[in-house]
């Protein structure tokens, strides 16, 4: 289940929100007025995701670092 945060332009109210939730959430209120979106909706889900993802694009990129820096001290050292 996805997790949402509803952010409204004009007061700047938030409001967290799953799925279901949300679906009812925008049956009472409309996104649009006048052709104008009135909330910013953020899907939680997908950016802790994105999180998670860079943070491991990180320690791979370290460990390739680590071990290329630990294959020169031993060529080094054994020569």
């Known amino acids: 289940m996805e997790n949402f945060k509803i952010v409204n332009k004009k007061t700047g109210m938030t409001v967290f929100l799953n799925e279901k939730q949300k679906e009812t959430f925008f049956k009472i209120n409309n996104l649009c007025k006048d052709g104008e979106i009135q909330y910013e909706v953020y899907n939680l889900t997908k ?3 994105e999180r998670i993802n860079k943070m491991l694009d990180v320690l791979a990129h370290s ?3 680590g071990a290329s820096i ?4 031993i060529y080094i050292q054994n020569n």
């Open 47 to 49: 950016e802790r995701t």
């Open 63 to 65: 460990c390739v670092v």
């Open 70 to 73: 630990l294959g020169t001290l």
